[in-house]
Structure formats: C-alpha cells, structure tokens
C-alpha cells in the first residue's frame, strides 16, 4: 500500500497537462465545423446570386447582358437575404465570353461570375492562431467562393 500514497497526486497533475491539449483539439473540430457551415451557406448564395443575374442580364433578344444591371439586382438580392450582414459581404460580378453559337456567328455566349468573399468570426477560443486569415489578430477567415452560369438570352432566328 506505501506505493500508491507516493502517487496521490500523479491523476491530477497528468489530468492538467493533458486536458488543455484535448480541448484545444475539440475547439479545432468544432471551428472547422462552424467554417463549413458558413461555407456551404456562401456557396449556395453565390449559386442564387449567379442564377439572378443570368436570368436579369439581357433585356433584348440578342441583346448584350448589362453587367450593371446584374450587380444591382444581386445587391438587392444580397440585402434582402442577409440584412445587417450584407454589408460585410463582398460580391463581384463578371461577364466572360465563352464562344459563339455555330449556327448563327452574331450570337454570343456569356456566363455570369460571382465572387462572393466572406469573412467568418471563429468563435472559439485558440483556434485563430492557425486558422485565421492575416492578419490573425482580428480572429477571422476569409472564405472565398465562386459560381458560374450561362447568360439566358432569348435570340432571334438566323432567318430574321
């Protein structure tokens, strides 16, 4: 029995070296699961916003897409769905070529590109060492997303 009374405290002392790292490594998890969650939230905004600007682009059959009209339209979408939140969001819209239809040259393909940067707060204590953005201090990760769609248009036949 004199061998245990000489490690009363051995329980104690490995559970307060042990336990920060074990939490440490359970608020890692869960910030990975809160950085996820705003993720998969700005992908599917930036689906939406991308859908909204193809379908309001072009207001003439055969007509070119109004880059100003789509960052309008998606500016108002992005404050009516995010509210107070809206102005920490970053949406950029772009206009890119991506061909000509080969049965009628006047024609042209376009996609709208949305960009969508969002800073997520990470909300659990330790964790913005390695998980924040620069500069770490402010405990935030920028996230990044990106959605492409056609340009709806409706053209006038090669008849015309």
Request: glycine letters at 6%; proline letters at 5%.
């Amino acid at each position: 029995m004199k061998i245990f009374r000489k490690r009363r405290g051995q329980v104690v002392v490995e559970l307060i070296l042990i336990l920060p790292v074990f939490i440490l490594m359970i608020f890692f998890v869960l910030e990975y699961g809160n950085i996820a969650y705003h993720t998969l939230i700005m992908n599917h905004a930036s689906y939406e916003f991308a859908r909204i600007g193809a379908l309001v682009g072009v207001r003439k059959p055969s007509g070119k897409p109004d880059r100003t009209v789509i960052a309008q339209k998606i500016d108002q979408a992005k404050r009516k769905v995010f509210g107070a939140e809206a102005d920490r969001i970053s949406v950029q819209v772009k206009l890119e070529n991506t061909g000509r239809e080969p049965m009628y040259s006047a024609h042209l393909h376009e996609d709208v590109v949305v960009t969508i940067t969002y800073p997520v707060k990470l909300i659990f204590p330790g964790t913005s060492f390695l998980l924040a953005s620069q500069p770490k201090k402010e405990g935030k990760r920028k996230i990044q997303v990106m959605a492409r769609m056609p340009v709806e248009k409706a053209y006038l036949s090669s008849e015309e």
